[in-house]
């Protein structure tokens, strides 16, 4: 079932203003369900493969898409989608109007940033990668392989660019940030000199190095969060001076370290200050592997964070996974901001803790306990307004939830402390539609919620972003 059709009917039905006083919910909105919000992909069947179909309906069979990997929504309910092998980022319109300085209609899909393809889009060449265009529009720069996208409060986008090792932003309005004067709908660089590489920039987040990039996030402070992935750490720009897990606070100093003599000996001790457009590590200290819980997160071992989000309390949550090695399975992974009780764990300021997998049992319908759950692939994440932790695996094609509550919520009963699966079923791939259970996907990557708490899946071999539907 395709919904674009309706947005565009809802849209209609809206302009009526108080003549239309209720309306049915759609039977593809019923808690559990999962329906295609953006691609052609229709009756089970993929979508079609390619770069079509921009300022038409997002779900009709002329849109193509290519291994849509990453996925967000802003306040207003647009869906944002990173296709890294069209090398652009495509948007979902909720409202008509204007949206990162572009024109748009309810329901249509458009280009709001990367130029795509290199040849004439009729011949299927897939757009040719690079890096263009900081302080102009971001329809006309050049992008490699962007693999996530994140929004803020005030509808910014940020963009893992990641074969560039960069992170990007497209400004929604005129304003300035991090001492940059953006202009609405230009696109300009955050992170990342463009070295793949570890370093810190002397604690500018512009010169420091960065090496692929996976993923991206925003908390509700406006803090920017990346997942380096083969750095093997979390990083953060902080959008204030201040404190993250007992972080040295520098609020006029630009720098990382403290230097100074001592009895003819110089001295640079590490004091990772957080300063706005300065990046400093909040967890991994490089080595790829699995080890540090329960003690600070900077000194932790991670393997390939792959995505990362922040909750209503501004705790950390990220996969921490080697989709190619398997070498230890799949983890989800917290650093805590404050002391608290967290999933049933006395957790620390600043340290480090797994809440799921590396354990046996593969999650079910009926939910395994977190600890007990062995994870294949854990890719994208998101923290319902509930603290569930809602996240894809990759290679089981399952939507799984980690229930902080014990309730029902799409479609499911949900038990806390338990990972259930949400959607799908582990080890059958397909591009099906329907109750949650009776649904398939393909590769499922990166997830978004959206204000109802329906949660939108880049679902990429099926080339589309389905939908769930929240409680």
Same mark, same amino acid.
């Given at each position: &079932? ?62 193509? &898409? ?23 980022? $495509? ?22 940033? #990367? ?22 529009? %971001? ?17 910014? +986008?940020?963009? %893992? ?20 004067? &953006? ?21 500018? %987040? ?7 990039? !996976? ?78 819980? #329960? ?17 209503? $309390? ?7 996974? @080697? ?13 805590? $901001? ?54 894809? !695996? ?27 699966? %949400?959607? #799908? ?7 099906? !539609? ?24 880049? @679902?990429?071999?099926? !080339? $589309?972003?389905?939908? +769930?539907?929240?409680?």
């Amino acid at each position: &079932m395709r919904v674009g059709a309706g947005w565009r009917l809802a849209a209609g039905l809206a302009a009526l203003g108080g003549l239309l006083l209720t309306a049915a919910a759609p039977a593809w909105a019923t808690a559990g369900n999962v329906a295609t919000v953006a691609g052609s992909a229709s009756g089970g069947n993929s979508g079609a493969r390619g770069y079509a179909g921009d300022g038409t309906p997002a779900t009709g069979s002329q849109v193509a &898409m290519w291994y849509p990997q990453g996925v967000a929504v802003d306040a207003a309910g647009d869906i944002f989608i990173a296709e890294p092998i069209n090398n652009v980022v $495509r948007a979902v319109a909720a409202h008509s109007g204007t949206l990162l300085g572009i024109p748009v209609v309810a329901g249509d899909i458009y280009t709001v940033a #990367g130029n795509g393809y290199s040849s004439d889009p009729g011949q299927g060449v897939p757009g040719a990668g690079g890096y263009s265009g900081d302080g102009g529009p %971001a329809t006309a720069a050049k992008l490699n392989q962007p693999q996530s996208v994140a929004t803020d409060a005030a509808g910014n +986008l940020y963009i %893992a660019d990641t074969n560039n090792n960069r992170i990007r932003e497209v400004a929604a309005t005129n304003h300035e940030q991090y001492g940059i004067a &953006m202009r609405a709908g230009d696109i300009y660089t955050l992170a990342g000199n463009g070295t793949q590489g570890f370093s810190d920039g002397h604690g500018l %987040a512009s010169k420091a190095e960065l090496s692929f990039p !996976e993923g991206v996030a925003v908390d509700r402070a406006g803090n920017v969060f990346i997942a380096d992935s083969l750095n093997n750490r979390i990083r953060e720009i902080p959008a204030t001076p201040g404190l993250f897990g007992g972080h040295f606070p520098f609020s006029h100093f630009a720098f990382n370290h403290l230097s100074f003599n001592l009895f003819g000996f110089h001295l640079r001790l590490p004091m990772d200050g957080r300063m706005p457009a300065h990046i400093v590590t909040v967890a991994g200290n490089g080595t790829a592997g699995f080890s540090g819980d #329960g003690g600070w997160a900077r000194a932790a071992e991670l393997r390939r964070p792959m995505n990362v989000a922040a909750d209503a $309390r501004g705790d950390i949550f990220f996969t921490d996974q @080697d989709t190619f090695t398997g070498l230890h399975g799949g983890r989800i992974r917290e650093i805590a $901001r404050s002391d608290q009780l967290s999933f049933g764990q006395r957790m620390r300021r600043g340290h480090i803790y797994t809440l799921a997998g590396g354990g046996t049992q593969a999650p079910t319908t009926a939910g395994v306990p977190a600890a007990a759950a062995s994870l294949n692939a854990p890719w994208g994440i998101a923290v319902d307004s509930a603290g569930d932790v809602i996240f894809t !695996e990759y290679q089981a094609y399952t939507v799984d939830v980690l229930a902080a509550q014990t309730r029902s919520a799409f479609g499911a009963a949900l038990t806390a402390g338990d990972v259930s699966v %949400a959607a #799908g079923i582990s080890g059958q791939l397909g591009c099906g !539609e329907g109750p949650g259970t009776a649904a398939r996907f393909d590769y499922p990557a990166g997830i978004a919620l959206d204000g109802a708490g329906n949660v939108d899946i880049a @679902d990429s071999f099926c !080339e $589309r972003v389905a939908q +769930l539907s929240g409680s």
